[in-house]
């Protein structure tokens, strides 16, 4: 069970840093190698003070007490240079860990993976969440050293006893290994993920809770709402009843564990008053009896240390341990088709049905859809119709349940995903808001586009006059120093400069999803008449319960249920008066 914690970390170390794992090492076994020296030496001293009166200070003596000298500052160099190694290393750990969680998270073009709940609990796991306390890999190599340095300076102890008196350190051996043994495992059940799954909702909600109180995105409806006192009490609630599950979890084995410690005591009590009974009687020397009595004492102050050890092991290792479940297998190198040698002159969905993992209801059933390369579409249905889903489907997001979306006549799922959404620009209804510079919140889009690229695509969607006053370079995060925060629209405004950008850039599909939600009334003309700018050589879908925009794509699909009931243009589906236009005429009316 102990491989399980070390061995994973023993595979990242090297990569972290091999020089420092390797002194890591040096300092865990040097530490009990001059313990034992020390003992071994003090005993030689002890042997010789009775003969200093007649014969003084002589080499034997020097030299004793040099070797205790000697271990002595040594054992405080160690403990002051091993300390200091395991620190930076744990940092380059941690800065691994991370980088190798990210990278797997990232890595599929995908994002089905981030929904899955067991994949979630992995990488909460993973962040040193979801448990009793929030655990780092950082602390891991002094951990693993400290156990290395007591596991060897327990063995080291036990050895001479055995070979200086078997009939005393055989048993004393015994009783280590065996209350070792029980302590350890006793340690390690405490510490299974398998306890803490048994109340990992209530894990989950506490750190939810946590974080609702002390979020500033809750804080003015906490207090507008006047619920502070009861997010405060569901808290401690929560609190106290994983504490009790932690202290009956304890309690049923305090007893045994009592049992144990007092019958180890006792064995190695009886010991020493054996070793002073043979000393007295002269069957021992001084320095024999001197070292043979801390050999027997001293296995329970190195083990103490261990036992410690092995929880810090057992609970910095469970981010690495839970990363190692995260990353897949290497993936057979499959060769797909490039779609920058595609024009993207057509996109095709025929027959395409899609549910989500884990569910039966069809979000998509039978859709039947051709977007042309230099034209826009523009998706209207009621909430959950399945705008959104078709989108993520043409993102490469998910891959259909059934049937097949084509790209200039190729198969979607057969194009290097990653590359095919380069080819993607995008606005999505929820959009990020990063807390970068205005400039790098553009330019996510094309990390090698010039300033002036930049403000270019800014002048088309209006956020150059926003930012005007703020400056490009300003952070825009008010949690960081200097930063400002932007309005919805301004947010908006900000997001589809993103997009254009990508246009411009090399993308030939673009996406709006509802692109005027948070603009007033005014943005949202002023976007609406350069629609056709912005959709302008690309093909173009827009997603949007606002008919003032919807209207000016060359066609409308209307989605019911996951199917298409209605296709046509605005006018077309308005003289058909069906449902594109009953909802026209009905959002019309609230401006009559």
Known sequence: MIGQQIGPLMRLLPAAGKWLTAGLLVTAVLQ?????????????LVGHIPDLPRVGLHGPVIAAFAAVAGCYLGQQVVSAVGPTVANVLGRRVDTLAADRLMSTQLAPAGIAHLQD???????????GGLGAGRWRPAESPGALAALISSALAVAAVCVVAVWLRW???????????WFGRRMWGQMLRMTLDSVEAEHIDEYRRVAYELETAVAPGTAKEIRVFGFAAWLLDRVRLRQQRLLGFDLRHMAHTTGAETASYVTYIAIVGAAVVAIGVEAARGSLSLA?????????????SSAQPGFQALIDLRQSTR????????????PAAAAGVNPRELPVNEIRFTDVTFRYPGTDVNVLDGVDLTLRGDRSLALVGLNGAGKSTLVNLLCGFYSPTSGVITVDGVDLASLDMAAWQSRVAAIFQDFAHYPFTAADNVRVAHLDATASQIRAAAAVTGADAVLAHAGWQTPLSRELTGGVDLSGGQ???LALARAILACDTGARVLILDEPSANLDIRAEADLNDRFLDLARGTATVVVSHRFSTVRRADSVCVLDGGRIVEHGSHDELVRAGGVYSRLFRLQAARFG
């Open 32 to 44: 009990p190698a001059l313990s034992l020296g020390f003992i071994l030496a003090t005993g030689v």
């Open 117 to 127: 709940a067991r994949r979630r609990d992995l990488v909460e796991r993973a962040t």
């Open 167 to 177: 009939w005393v350190g055989v048993p004393v051996a015994a009783a280590t290994v």
């Open 288 to 300: 024999t009896a001197t070292v043979l009595a801390q050999a027997v004492l001293a296995p329970m």
């Open 319 to 330: 981010p690495i341990r839970a990363l190692q479940a995260l990353e897949p297998e290497p």
């Open 491 to 493: 947010w908006q405004r």
